[in-house]
């Protein structure tokens, strides 16, 4: 089954978990994967295990935290690939845990940055690029 022959699919947090299977299994139905995570050395093995199978996959290192980082992320993607179809925004920390009372600010505000600000910044890049290909999905996913 390769219905995603052709199709560009940037999936972020790709480096383990719910984000490395989202990765391997657009691989295995023929997406490109362009593979985002902040950690490079579980990033590179999602992708080596991509291209160990068969699949196409490229890795960007990205905090995608920032904004500015999420822009040049999906540039890059374009630059790669040529078009984006699908987005999986998965990326998710899950920062200290402690009591409410004893949570930094800087804690919090991290975790706010890479839960919510992130898909709201993947959102922002991916839907034009998107919009170009006639069709497409996002999925944001949250889980730590």
């Known amino acids: 089954m390769e219905c995603f022959n052709g199709k ?3 999936i972020t947090g790709m480096g383990s978990g719910i984000g490395r299977a989202t990765a391997l299994a657009f691989s295995r139905v ?8 902040i950690h490079p050395g579980s990033g590179e ?6 291209q160990s ?9 990205t905090d995608v935290s920032k904004s500015e980082e999420v822009k040049t992320m999906v540039g890059k993607c374009i630059q790669t690939y040529g078009r ?13 845990v402690s009591n409410t ?11 706010i ?4 600000k992130s898909v709201w910044a993947s959102m922002k890049y991916e839907i034009p690029e998107i919009l ?4 497409g999905a996002i999925v944001p996913n949250s889980s730590s």
Request: proline content about 0%.
């Open 113 to 116: 940055a890479t839960n919510l």
């Open 30 to 37: 023929g997406a490109k994967v362009f593979s985002v995570d």
């Open 8 to 10: 560009v699919v940037v």
């Open 45 to 50: 093995a999602t992708v080596k295990m991509i």
């Open 132 to 135: 170009k290909t006639g069709r």
């Open 84 to 96: 984006l179809d699908y987005g999986v925004n998965n990326a998710v920390i899950e920062g200290e």
């Open 53 to 61: 199978s068969g699949g196409e996959a490229v890795y960007s290192k």
């Open 101 to 111: 009372t004893e949570t930094s600010e800087e804690n919090f505000d991290r975790e």
